[in-house]
């Protein structure tokens, strides 16, 4: 069986290396044949090993044109011409442990990882998702009908996803993490502390700010006035893991 790995990629912000770095993480940490998808407006840079696909096309309203909110569109039939249980992968994360037990987890049901800030509400995060092609395409037809609504009900599209998809299964709370909420030593520690990863853990995300180049150096972009609690010290580990 081929693992479909799928990420996505737009405007400034994450450059090829993102993806080629992501694509490297996957391949040493799975086993067997990996095809390897990223669905960006600049393919400029990509390594070989990544296919190309344009962003798949979605019609949202110029406010929310690159944001998150354009993730909605892998959720339409035919998409890419993929078949089958993909799992997508936000470019910034990274990966530090064997990731074949992803496919082997509830097969054929739409997992994601449940959201860090918002545990017991029933909202995934959908730095890291699993689900078959040609199902919950609903979740792409609703809003290319009237996407009003949902942006008045939802602040942000995993919302959305998630509520749309009630029976959805978590992953394992030890095998995704978030750098920022799940491993960063709170304040004052964080000024003292540099954040440990746990054995368990196969993803590490990066919600907002550090990322992970940040994060590895000890530098996390904030304004002035949040700088004095918005501090990281340089983290070794991201290092070894994200190239």
Not at 12 to 23: G, V
Not at 28 to 48: A, I, Q, S, Y
Not at 162 to 171: C, E, F, L, N, Q
Request: glycine letters at 6%.
């Amino acid at each position: 069986m081929t693992k479909t790995v799928i990420c996505m990629k737009w405007g400034e912000r994450y450059p090829a290396h993102f993806a080629n770095r992501l694509y490297n993480m996957v391949r040493r940490n799975v086993t067997g044949d990996l095809r390897f998808v990223c669905f960006t407006d600049d393919k400029e840079g990509l390594l070989p090993e990544v296919e190309y696909q344009p962003l798949p096309p979605i019609d949202l309203p110029e406010k929310y044109r690159w944001w998150p909110w354009r993730k909605i569109s892998l959720w339409q039939a035919g998409l890419g011409g993929l078949e089958g249980e993909v799992l997508f992968l936000d470019v910034d994360l990274i990966v530090t442990g064997n990731m074949d037990p992803f496919w082997e987890f509830h097969p054929g049901e739409m997992c994601i990882a449940e959201n860090w800030t918002q545990k017991g509400m029933g909202i995934g995060n959908t730095s890291v998702y699993k689900w078959t092609i040609g199902e919950h395409t609903e979740i792409f037809e609703k809003y290319m009908r009237d996407s009003t609504p949902i942006h008045d009900e939802f602040r942000a599209s995993q919302q959305y996803v998630s509520a749309m998809i009630p029976d959805k299964v978590y992953w394992p709370e030890e095998w995704c993490v978030s750098f920022k909420h799940s491993l960063m030593p709170s304040f004052p520690m964080n000024w003292f502390q540099t954040p440990k990863l746990p054995k368990e853990t196969k993803i590490v995300a990066f919600t907002g700010r550090p990322d992970p180049d940040e994060a590895r150096d000890g530098k996390w972009r904030a304004p002035l006035h949040k700088k004095i609690y918005k501090h990281v010290r340089p983290t070794p580990w991201i290092a070894e893991h994200w190239r």
